[in-house]
């Protein structure tokens, strides 16, 4: 079975600083692939970046860049220079089952 | 064009009630999902279906009832509704990536049910 921990419920960033959002997971399957979403309050699901198992190098895609581990099974979201339309929730998912954490909600105060 | 589409957007009825949320995806994926996003924002998964076929059927009550006419669409249908099935209900479509590339889903904007 599959499974995401995000172990931070809520964070609080300054506006222009980076920010790290963790999210470590458990599967038994050689292959796989981790996605993180954004969620605005609006509440539509936006797809920020995807990191496969077999990637050589961690994914990044403008601003966010994935932090991945293999051998510690963490795939954590870097944000970089944050910005307050930044302030959302954001889940990490696994694709085998596209199981979602539990989200964090990200806070940038300006 | 909406790659997924949802409708309708608001729903709000009585207990006891049946109804049915409609979803329709453009993009040719094969994989279609149903999720349910509680008021803790906690998104869980209900249903998926690949090609027409039920692949992922979590524990949902059997009240709930996923029907997927072609692999365009699927719809979520559900009898006697209960004041604890209110929340947002996503749908979502992928495709494989050994197809696609990055496989990520694309969602629908939700339907907020509200059970009175």
């Known amino acids: 079975a599959q499974k995401i921990t995000q172990t931070q419920p809520g964070m609080f960033v300054q506006e222009k600083e980076a920010v790290t959002l963790d999210c470590t997971y458990d599967?038994?399957?050689?292959?796989?692939?981790l996605f993180w979403y954004k969620q605005p309050s609006s509440g539509e699901m936006i797809f920020l970046i995807y990191?496969?198992?077999?990637?050589?190098q961690n994914a990044t895609e403008g601003r966010y860049s994935l932090n991945f581990q293999k051998a510690r099974k963490s795939a954590n979201l870097v944000i970089s220079a944050s910005q307050l339309g930044d302030s959302a929730m954001y889940f990490c998912?696994?694709?085998?089952?596209?199981?979602f954490g539990t989200g964090t909600r990200l806070t940038i105060i300006p | 064009d909406t790659a997924v589409s949802q409708t309708p957007k608001y729903l709000v009825t009585q207990m006891g009630n049946d109804k049915s949320i409609k979803c329709e995806q453009n993009?040719?994926?094969?994989?279609m999902y149903w999720y349910k996003q509680d008021s803790k924002k906690f998104l869980k998964i209900m249903f998926s279906y690949n090609n027409k076929e039920l692949i992922i059927n979590e524990t949902v009550p059997n009240r709930f009832s996923p029907k997927s006419p072609d692999k365009a669409h699927l719809n979520l249908h559900i009898n006697s509704l209960e004041l604890g099935d209110s929340a947002v209900y996503f749908c979502?479509?992928?495709?494989?990536?050994?197809?696609?590339?990055?496989?990520?889903?694309?969602f629908g904007q939700g339907t907020r049910l509200t059970v009175v």
């Open positions: 990191q496969g198992s077999y990637d050589q």
């Open positions: 979502a479509s992928s495709q494989d990536q050994s197809v696609w590339g990055i496989p990520e889903a694309f």
């Open positions: 998912a696994i694709r085998e089952k596209l199981t």
């Open positions: 993009l040719g994926h094969d994989t």
């Open positions: 599967t038994s399957d050689p292959s796989y692939g």
